[in-house]
């Protein structure tokens, strides 16, 4: 498969140097792989640190900036970062006020976070670690026990960032994260495989005519192969997976934050006419749908696909949720 890329080994430093090139307001360290906010220390405010495996562009490192993530640390493709990285941003962006780090539930990534955790303790530094599992579509999977983390940790980093900005204190931002975790629900769907580029192939077998209903975002697989679908019953199944578990969090009348989310090789225009399907579904259930957010935002390389994420949103979230942000890859407000 043909891909814009110098080399597999040095695609993730490559990806790194442009990102450098681009977003002169982040601090970017190449060879040690963390991208910081300049002002992190600026304020006195609790550092947001969060993290994982390349290939979900932009989420972690085009999050980094005014009002989400203080830092990022991102590994090899599909692969956790190393404590290393979590140990040099947690210093690099500690103001005296403490560490948040948001985790993705895959092991890599919370052995990883919970050994730099503890190493940061023992350095003297508060942290608090928060992991986000709001994949409904399977329990356990090739890369996790328990639930994925998928598309609400967009959500959990953005609104613990907005409370960080205000001047939360570290207990407070973490109970909001953890709120908004809770509240969230995703459910993904592929329509073909990624191929990594040490692979130089599809990562999985997704034979023409087939989708995967509840797909990870590394192709982990979902809950079942169906016949190609329009994609308006693609969305009556997503969503009934997502309102199912929902219906859970209370008040169950109230408004949602909903994203409809690519994979990476999903057009607009496609995304687009799918949320006309979510938003035509939501509405005929009585969900109210206070803010909506479309685009490529927690990927899978070139995988064709999308997710959708709602996330029961009361006054407080939707207030940090509308707070200002600035980043490579979210901004609006400032």
Known sequence: MKMLINSPDTVVADALRGMAAAHPELDVDVERRVVVRRDARDGGRVGVVSGGGSGHEPLHAGFVG??????????????????????????????????????????????????AAELAEEDGRRVER????????????????????????????????AAAEEGAPLERVAAIARRVNESSRSFGVALTACATPAKGSPTFDLPDGELELGVGIHGEPGRERRPMMPAREIAEVALAAVLEELAEVSPADGPVLALVNGMGATPLLELYGFHADVARLLDARGVPVARTLVGNYVTSLDMAGCSVTLCRADEELLRLWDAPVQTPALRWGR
């Open 130 to 161: 928060v992991l986000v599992n709001d994949d409904v579509a399977v329990t356990d999977s090739l890369y996790t026990a328990g639930r994925r983390g998928t598309g609400a940790t967009l959500f959990v980093e953005k609104i613990a960032g």
């Open 66 to 115: 005014y009002g989400m993530l203080s830092a990022a640390c991102p590994g090899e493709v599909f692969t956790s970062p190393v404590p290393d990285q979590m140990l040099r941003a947690a210093e690099a962006v500690d103001s005296g006020q403490g560490v948040l780090f948001v985790v993705k539930n895959y092991t890599g990534d919370v052995l990883n976070f919970e050994m």
